[in-house]
């Protein structure tokens, strides 16, 4: 099987969740003894191709133009079309990101074929590839199978695959080659402007790669600022159940449950969480969660990987001092 | 500003979800609008108010979704259109697409909007798939529209806070990010107006779309829970520097 | 905040979508249509009967165990056999009485309590299928809307303001704000169910109390999909007993369904003594049962719900009828305590009502002189001669359940007069016995957990109820006198709010050197336990933004 993995960058930085589809790419084709291909798509960005090379892939692609210079739909849809026609790969991998969301599923019905995306996982069922993906909002997941002939298209969640387990390329360096595409400036119909981060972005704790979340234990307003340091320190952002927003101690976009945000980070730390199924339900995707709560029976560690029966004012300072120590 | 919005009707979100094979038991459940979609039926809503023109409401499925459409009247989109098919479930986003985008060639219209994905299925590609196959341009997750001239000026969300303003021509296909504006109300009199506008009734067959599958959903489960909890012991300094050690260490998350 | 409303008139206002007003308003579209075919003048129109209900769509808000006489239903829809949504029907009746561990079935069923003819049915299935009904007739219904207000006029009733929306937590309207509207109409139904809010309000302004108070009892029940073949569908049990004393009026119901389902619950008469009692807890305990348990081990929690039943019978009935304005259905209490059924009555009250209705358009006259030919009808039908039967009923238990079968005995030879006719009772909360508090708050730290499989704690219950509300909107429970919780109910009775709400929503926080009531309003299941319970009846429970509230499908 013949794998290309499209990943993303923007002004010269790569998002790095496309390291994460590699390490996806990479086991689909251990599993199917299949072989890797990364294309990069911009202007100017041969450093970063250079930089793929040097992953365990078999070549990199260099898709450069004047007119990718920044992103746009139509010229990302026209350009990759041609990549793909030339290069006939069975399997395109993306990132689920909010740019491949923008993209990716036109592409692929250029081409008269559909997209698998925000894949969580993935099988090898004798020989025919299973992908896996959420449904209901995280209540079930669902098992899907392309029809058809390839090319296929599929994205892989964030957090779905650890980057660190890239490998390296085996002896130093694969080709890069330059991806021929053409495009005129009549291709592309909206013109992106310029980006800037606002003063006061509502915050979007589905995006938050860790969030720690405190519930009744957090007895009081003034406690949270602790909690909140230990959101900095983890580089996260702080949540709450419903009795904390209930209160007004944090805003109701900070609620994290059946009636407020359902989440799913690499980490989720759960301080002073009962474990009640409203919340729960919209925490329990998480990658790993951590749970503190001074009742042993609390219904949090039924879903914690790791669980510490403590008193949250004892722990929360701990955490955030060692995290601060070994951050140097 | 005429405006078509695509509405899906999806479960209540609280509803018990019985899973049957490939989709779920859907008896006994209550359905409403899919939420992301009140989103961009509010925006169409509110376009309309600045600029003019009319609202159709757009909708695909078995005849409970004729509903949702009702309810999109009520708030004051000016006609319906239904595509009947009890088998909507079955379809894949690529085909949900082609009947829609069957329909919508025959109208005229301004700007395409839908919610940014639905609330069961969550594929996400309804709007990109239709100006793929509607040949408009598009952007995705909208938080805001300017229209000037006959072009739009639209804010779009990216990750981590950042937001980028883009150029784009009309007619379009816009798909709209939650939360950018507040759901009106039916009201009474609008649910009184609403009974006598027209919902066009389409059948689905009668609209010649062929539709290849390109995936399908072998079934539906609920995960299983393979955790085990490891319960730290020690002081808290303790147990902090063990944390911290298999956070980085065993799971890699810090 | 001063609001401009807009103005809405209708011919007929009926408030709550359940089988009473959908009864009317079906039974009333159709003799409209009859009367403007003879020719009759004025010509009426069902367009002009609105419908208001505050559920997020029909039977929403509707819960029963249920076992349904169909002879209302019959009357209304009469191919109802092969059209209405019936479950299945009553095969196997019987009755139980509960000890800790053994199960007693009596050898005879009493005739009450027979069941043949009548048909399991999900009130929630039921009323969906008899709201499509009433829309094909052109009526206007209005989910999600709620009465909020009477509007009031000389001696009676001119209509309801609804309710506001888009008001955030502290009374401010927020970008989406909606006014109510000032809903008038020639005649305005109240068909609420129990303990309506606008009834509630109407008795006590206009004095409408019958002999008795009304009395209630809560009603808590699980939807359970079993594992096949531990009941068939179509068996009936009723259970007596444990898990409740003998001084507690009450019982418990399994009732076996299609598709594996199990209807399950318990009702106990608020008017028991203990205040920390908790009926929530009762219930599960009941589910432990080896009677009970064998039937739902291994088999899944579907839904969750409660709901206050109007227990009081005939002399607790208000004055049904005032200018401009019928109360019908459960809002007039006119459940049959003793056969547990009152959807029957429901239906035709509002049959009655409809054809009260008729009469009083076409007499261009709608007080309380045409008004009062309802309560006329109710006399001369069924609803009078099947209540009037049973009038002391409930009221025999006050004294026990022993006691109680005797004067039940004597009642039902005798047609219901007994030994004491009118038996006097008065509100439950009344029965509350004070304790010696000495002022601390009960420990809630030891309150049911359940085991998570055959038993729940209530806020895993209450998730499974469906229930959600706008968050951001005022509470929709109003205490008049928060002192009252921290202070005197802390010592006399404990908070018993915190037990008798089934959904959790009260809880006595420590505040300082003493304490406060938290209401997790959005919790509410709208079961009107906690205004007929409190014993101050500080508690006044008030429609939230319509939409809100319970989803009980299948129930």
């Given at each position: 099987m013949k794998l290309l993995v499209i990943a993303e960058q923007r002004q010269g930085k790569w998002n790095n969740t496309s390291f994460e589809t590699l390490v996806a790419a990479q086991q689909i084709a251990a599993a199917t003894s299949g072989t890797v291909s990364a294309a990069v798509v911009g202007k100017s960005v041969a450093a970063l191709a250079e930089e793929l090379a040097t992953k365990d892939v078999a070549e990199v692609l260099l898709v450069e133009h004047e007119l990718l210079e920044s992103y746009t739909p139509d010229g990302y849809c026209t350009g990759l079309k041609q990549v793909i026609e030339a290069a006939t790969p069975d399997l395109v991998l993306f990132p689920h990101t909010y740019q491949v969301r923008d993209f990716a599923p036109a592409l692929a019905a250029m081409l008269g074929?559909?997209?698998?995306?925000?894949?969580?996982?993935?099988?090898?069922?004798?020989?025919?590839?299973?992908?896996?993906?959420?449904?209901?909002?995280?209540?079930?997941?669902?098992?899907?199978?392309?029809?058809?002939?390839?090319?296929?298209?599929?994205?892989?969640?964030?957090?779905?695959?650890?980057?660190?387990?890239?490998?390296?390329?085996?002896?130093?360096?694969?080709?890069?080659?330059?991806?021929?595409?053409?495009?005129?400036?009549?291709?592309?119909?909206?013109?992106?402007?310029?980006?800037?981060?606002?003063?006061?972005?509502?915050?979007?704790?589905?995006?938050?790669?860790?969030?720690?979340?405190?519930?009744?234990?957090?007895?009081?307003?003034?406690?949270?600022?602790?909690?909140?340091?230990?959101?900095?320190?983890?580089?996260?952002?702080?949540?709450?159940?419903?009795?904390?927003?209930?209160?007004?101690?944090?805003?109701?976009?900070?609620?994290?449950?059946?009636?407020?945000?359902?989440?799913?980070?690499?980490?989720?730390?759960?301080?002073?969480i009962s474990g009640a199924i409203q919340h729960v339900v919209g925490m329990k995707g998480s990658r790993t969660i951590v749970a503190v709560n001074k009742d042993q029976h609390a219904p949090i560690f039924e879903i914690a990987d790791y669980g510490i029966v403590a008193d949250i004012f004892e722990v929360i300072p701990a955490l955030t001092a060692e995290l601060q120590k070994t951050k140097g | 500003m005429n405006t078509i919005v695509c509405i899906k009707q999806v479960p209540a979100k609280d509803a018990p979800l019985a899973i049957a094979g490939n989709w779920i038991n859907e008896s006994d459940i209550g359905f409403e609008m899919n939420e992301p979609d009140s989103y961009a039926l509010e925006e169409a809503l509110q376009l309309k108010e600045k600029h003019g023109g009319k609202v159709v409401a757009l909708s695909l499925g078995p005849e409970r979704v004729k509903q949702t459409i009702h309810e999109a009247l009520a708030k004051g989109a000016d006609r319906g259109i239904y595509i009947a098919d009890d088998h909507f479930a079955q379809l894949d986003p690529l085909g949900a697409a082609k009947v829609l985008a069957a329909v919508i060639a025959k109208e005229k219209y301004d700007l395409v909007l839908t919610g940014l994905q639905s609330d069961d299925?969550?594929?996400?590609?309804?709007?990109?798939?239709?100006?793929?196959?509607?040949?408009?341009?598009?952007?995705?997750?909208?938080?805001?529209?300017?229209?000037?001239?006959?072009?739009?000026?639209?804010?779009?969300?990216?990750?981590?806070?950042?937001?980028?303003?883009?150029?784009?021509?009309?007619?379009?296909?816009?798909?709209?990010?939650?939360?950018?504006?507040?759901?009106?109300?039916?009201?009474?009199?609008?649910?009184?107006?609403?009974?006598?506008?027209?919902?066009?009734?389409?059948?689905?067959?009668?609209?010649?779309?062929?539709?290849?599958?390109?995936?399908?959903?072998?079934?539906?489960?609920?995960?299983?829970?393979?955790?085990?909890?490891?319960?730290?012991?020690?002081?808290?300094?303790?147990?902090?520097?063990?944390?911290?050690?298999?956070?980085?260490?065993?799971?890699?998350?810090? | 905040m001063t609001i401009q409303r807009e103005q809405l008139e209708a011919d007929v206002l009926i408030v709550g979508a359940g089988p009473a007003g959908l009864g009317c308003a079906l039974h009333l579209a159709n003799l409209i249509?009859?009367?403007?075919?003879?020719?009759?003048?004025?010509?009426?129109?069902?367009?002009?009967?609105?419908?208001?209900?505050?559920?997020?769509?029909?039977?929403?808000?509707?819960?029963?165990?249920?076992?349904?006489?169909?002879?209302?239903?019959?009357?209304l829809v009469p191919d109802f056999e092969k059209t209405a949504p019936l479950d299945t029907p009553v095969t196997n009746d019987g009755v139980y009485f509960l000890s800790k561990s053994r199960a007693w079935k009596l050898p005879i069923t009493p005739p009450p309590l027979a069941n043949h003819g009548n048909y399991i049915v999900s009130l929630n299935k039921i009323v969906k299928w008899l709201g499509g009904l009433v829309e094909k007739e052109g009526v206007n219904l209005f989910t999600k809307f709620a009465g909020k207000e009477l509007i009031y006029q000389g001696h009676g009733v001119a209509g309801v303001l609804t309710e506001d929306k888009g008001v955030d937590k502290n009374g401010k309207p927020k970008e989406n704000f909606t006014p109510g509207y000032e809903l008038r109409a020639k005649v305005t139904v109240l068909s609420e169910g129990t303990h309506g809010s606008l009834t509630k309000e109407l008795v006590n302004r206009l004095k409408l109390d019958g002999l008795n108070p009304q009395v209630f009892g809560i009603g808590v029940k699980e939807l359970w999909e079993m594992q096949p073949g531990r009941i068939e569908p179509g068996f009936v049990a009723h259970t007596m007993g444990w898990p409740l004393g003998s001084d507690m009026y009450g019982g418990g119901w399994v009732y076996g369904m299609r598709d594996n389902r199990v209807s399950l619950g318990s009702v106990v008469a608020l008017e028991y003594a203990n205040p920390e009692f908790d009926p929530h807890e009762a219930f599960q305990k009941f589910k432990t049962h080896p009677f009970v348990r064998r039937i739902l081990e291994g088999g899944t929690l579907v839904?969750?719900?409660?709901?206050?039943?109007?227990?009081?019978?005939?002399?607790?009935?208000?004055?049904?009828?005032?200018?401009?304005?019928?109360?019908?259905?459960?809002?007039?209490?006119?459940?049959?305590?003793?056969?547990?059924?009152?959807?029957?009555?429901?239906?035709?009250?509002?049959?009655?009502?409809?054809?009260?209705?008729?009469?009083?358009?076409?007499?261009?006259?709608?007080?309380?002189?045409?008004?009062?030919?309802?309560?006329?009808?109710?006399?001369?039908?069924?609803?009078?001669?099947?209540?009037?039967?049973?009038?002391?009923?409930?009221?025999?238990?006050?004294?026990?359940?022993?006691?109680?079968?005797?004067?039940?005995?004597?009642?039902?030879?005798?047609?219901?007069?007994?030994?004491?006719?009118?038996?006097?009772?008065?509100?439950?909360?009344?029965?509350?016995?004070?304790?010696?508090?000495?002022?601390?708050?009960?420990?809630?730290?030891?309150?049911?957990?359940?085991?998570?499989?055959?038993?729940?704690?209530?806020?895993?219950?209450?998730?499974?109820?469906?229930?959600?509300?706008?968050?951001?909107?005022?509470?929709?429970?109003?205490?008049?006198?928060?002192?009252?919780?921290?202070?005197?109910?802390?010592?006399?009775?404990?908070?018993?709010?915190?037990?008798?709400?089934?959904?959790?929503?009260?809880?006595?926080?420590?505040?300082?050197?003493?304490?406060?009531?938290?209401?997790?309003?959005?919790?509410?299941?709208?079961?009107?336990?906690?205004?007929?319970?409190?014993?101050?009846?500080?508690?006044?429970?008030?429609?939230p933004e319509g939409g809100g509230g319970p989803s009980y499908d299948g129930m």
């Open positions: 074929k559909g997209m698998v995306g925000d894949c969580v996982g993935f099988r090898n069922e004798g020989g025919k590839l299973v992908f896996v993906r959420q449904m209901f909002q995280g209540k079930t997941v669902a098992d899907v199978t392309f029809m058809g002939a390839a090319p296929w298209f599929a994205s892989f969640q964030s957090g779905a695959f650890r980057a660190d387990l890239l490998t390296a390329h085996r002896s130093g360096k694969a080709p890069v080659n330059a991806a021929k595409v053409e495009l005129k400036a009549a291709d592309i119909r909206t013109k992106p402007l310029e980006m800037f981060k606002e003063a006061k972005s509502a915050v979007d704790l589905t995006q938050a790669p860790v969030i720690v979340a405190i519930g009744r234990g957090i007895k009081a307003r003034e406690n949270i600022v602790q909690a909140e340091a230990l959101a900095k320190a983890l580089g996260g952002e702080i949540a709450a159940t419903r009795p904390i927003c209930d209160e007004g101690w944090l805003p109701l976009e900070r609620q994290i449950g059946s009636s407020g945000q359902t989440v799913a980070p690499k980490l989720y730390l759960a301080l002073g | 299925c969550g594929f996400g590609q309804t709007g990109v798939l239709l100006a793929g196959l509607l040949n408009l341009p598009h952007a995705t997750i909208i938080m805001q529209i300017d229209v000037q001239d006959g072009e739009m000026k639209l804010k779009r969300e990216l990750e981590a806070g950042w937001f980028q303003w883009i150029v784009c021509p009309l007619p379009a296909v816009l798909s709209i990010q939650s939360g950018i504006n507040k759901v009106r109300y039916a009201t009474m009199k609008g649910i009184i107006a609403a009974k006598k506008k027209q919902i066009l009734t389409v059948p689905k067959d009668s609209l010649g779309v062929t539709v290849e599958p390109t995936q399908k959903i072998e079934k539906i489960y609920v995960p299983t829970k393979t955790k085990k909890t490891e319960f730290l012991t020690g002081t808290p300094k303790e147990m902090a520097a063990k944390l911290v050690q298999k956070l980085r260490v065993e799971r890699r998350v810090i | 249509t009859k009367h403007n075919a003879s020719g009759a003048k004025p010509e009426l129109s069902p367009e002009n009967i609105y419908v208001l209900e505050k559920g997020r769509e029909m039977g929403a808000h509707q819960l029963s165990g249920a076992i349904l006489d169909p002879r209302g239903l019959r009357e839904r969750y719900g409660a709901k206050t039943l109007p227990y009081g019978g005939w002399y607790s009935m208000p004055r049904t009828y005032v200018d401009g304005a019928l109360i019908i259905g459960d809002s007039a209490s006119m459940l049959n305590a003793q056969r547990l059924k009152g959807i029957h009555t429901a239906i035709k009250s509002g049959m009655l009502a409809a054809e009260t209705i008729l009469e009083a358009l076409k007499a261009g006259d709608t007080s309380t002189k045409t008004l009062k030919l309802y309560q006329e009808k109710i006399d001369q039908s069924y609803i009078k001669e099947e209540l009037w039967k049973v009038r002391n009923f409930h009221q025999a238990f006050h004294g026990g359940l022993w006691k109680g079968m005797v004067h039940a005995a004597l009642q039902y030879i005798s047609g219901g007069r007994g030994l004491v006719d009118p038996m006097r009772s008065e509100a439950g909360y009344k029965d509350y016995a004070k304790r010696n508090g000495n002022g601390t708050l009960v420990d809630q730290s030891t309150r049911f957990k359940g085991d998570g499989k055959l038993t729940f704690d209530r806020l895993t219950d209450v998730f499974h109820s469906g229930t959600r509300h706008e968050e951001d909107q005022p509470s929709h429970l109003k205490v008049r006198d928060l002192d009252i919780c921290s202070s005197r109910c802390v010592e006399e009775y404990g908070n018993p709010c915190q037990y008798f709400c089934p959904a959790a929503v009260y809880e006595m926080v420590k505040e300082g050197d003493g304490s406060k009531l938290k209401i997790n309003a959005a919790n509410c299941v709208h079961c009107k336990t906690c205004d007929i319970a409190d014993p101050y009846q500080i508690i006044d429970w008030t429609v």
